[in-house]
C-alpha cells in the first residue's frame, strides 16, 4: 500500500476515535448511559473496500516475471481484458491479486 494510502487510513481512523470521544464527552456531560447502538452507528461504514493501488499490483507482477512467471502473468493480464496491465481497470485488481499470489 502507498504512504498516502496508508496516511489516508490513520486520518479517518483518528476521525472515527474523535466521533466516539464527542459521543463519550456528549453522554458524560448529560449523565446519560451510553448505548452502545450509537456506537455501531459511528462505525458502520458504507464505504466500499479499498481497492490494492496500480503500483502495488505493477509491483507484484514484475516481481512474478521476474521470479519466471512471465507467460503466466501475460496470461492473467490477458484474461481480465488488457494488452498490458495499464490497460486493467482498478476494479479487476484483487481478484488479479489473488491469482497471482495463488501462482
Do not use: C
Not at 488488457?82 to 482498478?90: I, N, Q, T, V
Request: proline share 4%.
Amino acid at each position: 500500500m502507498s504512504q498516502i494510502k496508508l496516511l489516508l487510513d490513520v486520518v479517518s481512523d483518528l476521525q472515527h476515535l474523535a466521533d466516539s470521544l464527542k459521543e463519550y464527552a456528549q453522554a458524560a456531560v448529560s449523565n446519560e448511559k451510553l448505548n452502545i447502538d450509537d456506537f455501531e452507528e459511528i462505525y458502520t461504514s458504507e464505504e466500499e473496500p479499498m481497492l490494492p493501488s496500480a503500483e502495488e499490483v505493477r509491483s507484484k507482477l514484475a516481481r512474478k516475471s521476474r521470479e519466471g512467471y512471465q507467460k503466466q502473468v501475460r496470461e492473467l493480464i490477458t484474461k481480465y481484458g488488457g494488452e498490458k496491465f495499464s490497460d486493467l481497470p482498478a476494479t479487476v485488481y484483487p481478484e488479479l491479486l489473488a491469482e497471482l499470489e495463488a501462482m
